[in-house]
């Protein structure tokens, strides 16, 4: 069996979580912890592969990642087919997402907008939302942060352009930035509240 595609998998991956990565990765993860300890929410968008992992790190914070705890609030702004298509369709797709920040953000809450590109449209006009709001935002992409570079406070970029490895180094990140802002909420549920895995 040919073992090179794991081993370019796993060298992009070495590539991208250099220390620069991890320290920003360490400041996100102290960014949403407080955040929600001054009880702001959490809002995330994304296309494609990206709005799935919106899905998936909403789930992670209203459900639970490995600790029997209360919900914490966090809402992936793809998950509304409703509101989606009636806005797409009465007045433009590239403010999809921008809408729905002007309906649900309070000064203070994030905006946490994934693009593998790091130009996808809708999510810059959320961003610009968001700005105009007072949110705080939260940039994850690929190709060095693309057009997304000047617009996060808190910028998640990597330099890798193959989208399906983007979203690997998206995926491992997330869980990560899930993982410590539970742990850093929930310390004292202790081992009892634990997850078995």
Known sequence: MNYYWIQHRLKSLEEAFNPKYCRSVE????LIARRFQNGHKL????????????QHI?????????IHRKGL???????NPATLTAWANDYEYETIFARQVE????PGDILWGLSTSGKSANVMRAFEMAKDMGLITIGMAGNNGGMLKEMSDYPLFVKQHHTPYIQEIHLMTYHR?????EAQLFANVGLEGQIAV
């Open 177 to 181: 930035i899930c993982e410590q802002v």
């Open 27 to 30: 400041q996100t993860i102290s």
């Open 58 to 66: 909403a789930a992670e914070f209203v459900g639970r990642f490995q």
């Open 103 to 106: 309906a649900f953000g309070q």
């Open 43 to 54: 809002l995330i968008c994304g296309n494609g592969g990206s709005a799935a992992d919106a």
């Open 73 to 79: 609030p966090a809402i992936a702004l793809g998950t």
